[in-house]
C-alpha cells in the first residue's frame, strides 16, 4: 500500500471518529422547582423560588421557568425576586424529597439505557454503543428517556438532553435549548453552534480562566476554536488545555481522564442553640462518621484529615493531621477529638471536617492484625445501616446526637435512599 492511501486510511478514520456520537446527557429541568410542583400542584404553571429559608435576606436556590421569566434565577435575592415577580411563590428546599426524584429518575433512565455516571443530583451521563450511534437511533432513545421521566415519575419532571461526540459536548448540547430541549451536535453543525457560545458557556471556563483568556487575547469562542493544540494547552498552562482543545474538535475522551476523588468531607452549619464546646464536638463527630463511612464504601484510606471551624466572630479555626493510612472510624474520631480541644471556650458557626491524601485499601499493607479486624467491624457496621436504616449501629460517642447533621443539598455527591433524613 502507497503511503498516499495510507494518508487517506488515517484521514478517513479521523473524519469517522468525529462522526461517531456517542454520549447521551441527561439534564433536568429547574429540578427543586419542578419536584416542588410535582408534588404539591396548587404550584403548578405558577413562579415558584426554592428557598433555604422564608426571609427576604436569603437566596433563592432554583426557580421555576415562571419565575424565570421574570429574570428570578439561583442566586436572585428573595426580597429583590418578589419585587421582580409579583405572585411569586416561595417554598423551602425539601432535600430528602429532591433525593428521592433523583434516584426516580435514575431508575427511570436505566429503563432505557445504562447509567455512565451520575454527574450531579440532576445530571446523568449516559453512553451510547453500536446502533445506538446512528443518529435516528440516539434521537429516539433520548425521546424515550422524555417518555419514562413523564410516565415514571411526573409530568413536571422535564429534561434537557444533548447528543454529541463526548460528554463535554453532550452537556453543552443538553444546555442549548432549555426547558425540555433535545440537541445533537455531529459534523454539521459542530463548528457553527460552538461558535455562537460565550466562552463561559463551556463547562471549565469560569470567570477567572475567562479572564485568563482575554490576557492572551482569546475574547471569544471563534479564537479559541482556532487555537491549535498547542497554542490551548498554552493558554490553560495544563494538559486541560490539550484536552478541551481535543473535546471541543469532538474526539472521544472518557471521564477516566477526570481527576479522582482527593478527598471526603462534609460540613454543616450549627443551629444558633448548638453552637458551643459540646454541640459543636457532636457535630463534626457526626460529620467525620458520615465521611468515614463514604471512604470505607470507595476502598480507601485516608493519611490526613482537617478540620475547620468558622466561629461566630468571623474568626477561622484549622487544624490539618497526618497519619498512617487508615479508614478507622474510632481511630479518626479520637484524633478529631484532640484536634478539636483547642476550640474550648469559642463559639463554633460552621464546621467542616475532611479527610484526604488517599491511598486504595488494597495497596496497604496492614502493619496490625487489630487494624485489619476493626475495619471488618466497621464495614460490618456499613452494611448494616445500610440494610435496615442508616443509624441502626452507632459509634457510642454520636449516641447523643445522631441527627445532629441533616442531609443536606448535594450537590457534588448525591447521598443514596438510606442516607436521607
Ligand atoms: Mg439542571
Redesign the pocket.
Known amino acids: 500500500m502507497g503511503s498516499n492511501a495510507l494518508d487517506l486510511r488515517i484521514f478517513v478514520k479521523k473524519i469517522y471518529t468525529l462522526l461517531v456520537l456517542r454520549a447521551l446527557y441527561v439534564?433536568?429541568?429547574?429540578?427543586f422547582a419542578s419536584c416542588e410542583q410535582q408534588n404539591q400542584p396548587l404550584l403548578r404553571n405558577r413562579p415558584v423560588a426554592v428557598v433555604p429559608l422564608i426571609a427576604d435576606t436569603t437566596f433563592v436556590i432554583a426557580a421555576s421557568y415562571e419565575a424565570k421569566a421574570y429574570g428570578v434565577k439561583t442566586g436572585t435575592r428573595v426580597g429583590d425576586a418578589k419585587k421582580m415577580c409579583p405572585g411569586l411563590q416561595l417554598v423551602c428546599a425539601g432535600h430528602s424529597d429532591y433525593v428521592k426524584y433523583h434516584h426516580k429518575v435514575k431508575t427511570a433512565i436505566e429503563t432505557v439505557i445504562p447509567i455512565r455516571a451520575v454527574r450531579?443530583i440532576?445530571?446523568f451521563a449516559c453512553e451510547l454503543t453500536g446502533s445506538q450511534q446512528q443518529e435516528e437511533k440516539a434521537r429516539q432513545l433520548a425521546l424515550k428517556i422524555k417518555e419514562v421521566l413523564h410516565h415514571n415519575v411526573g409530568a413536571f419532571i422535564k429534561?434537557?438532553i444533548g447528543i454529541a461526540p463526548n460528554f463535554l459536548l453532550a452537556k453543552i448540547a443538553a444546555d442549548m435549548q432549555k426547558p425540555n430541549g433535545l440537541t445533537i451536535l455531529d459534523h454539521n453543525n459542530l463548528h457553527d453552534r460552538l461558535i455562537r457560545l460565550k466562552l463561559q458557556d463551556i463547562p471549565g471556563i469560569g470567570p477567572r480562566m475567562e479572564a485568563r483568556l482575554n490576557i492572551k487575547n482569546i475574547t471569544n469562542m471563534e479564537q479559541l476554536l482556532q487555537c491549535s493544540e498547542q497554542h490551548t494547552r498554552g493558554l490553560w498552562e495544563n494538559v486541560w488545555g490539550a484536552r478541551m482543545h481535543r473535546l471541543l474538535k469532538g474526539d472521544w475522551l472518557d471521564f477516566s481522564e477526570d481527576s479522582p476523588v482527593k478527598s471526603i468531607g462534609h460540613q454543616h452549619v450549627l443551629p444558633p442553640q448548638k453552637r458551643n464546646f459540646t454541640g459543636g464536638l457532636l457535630v463534626s463527630q457526626k460529620l467525620l462518621w458520615k465521611a468515614a463511612v463514604r471512604l470505607r464504601a470507595k476502598n480507601m484510606m485516608a493519611r490526613k484529615m482537617y478540620l475547620s471551624i468558622r466561629l461566630t466572630d468571623g474568626e477561622r479555626f484549622f487544624k490539618e493531621i497526618s497519619f498512617h493510612p487508615t479508614q478507622d472510624s474510632g481511630f479518626l474520631l479520637q484524633k478529631l477529638k484532640e484536634m478539636y480541644q483547642a476550640t474550648r471556650g469559642k463559639k463554633p458557626r460552621k464546621i467542616s471536617v475532611t479527610l484526604f491524601d488517599f491511598v486504595k485499601e488494597t495497596e496497604q499493607q496492614l502493619s496490625f492484625f487489630e487494624n485489619d479486624n476493626r475495619n471488618r467491624i466497621y464495614k460490618a457496621v456499613d452494611a448494616i445501616n445500610q440494610r435496615y436504616g442508616r443509624n441502626t449501629v452507632f459509634s457510642g460517642s454520636l449516641l447523643d446526637d445522631k441527627n445532629t447533621a441533616p442531609t443536606r443539598i448535594a450537590f457534588q455527591r448525591i447521598p443514596g435512599l438510606d442516607e436521607v433524613d
Do not use: G, M, Q
Open positions: 439534564d433536568l429541568n429547574s429540578f450531579s440532576d445530571e429534561a434537557s
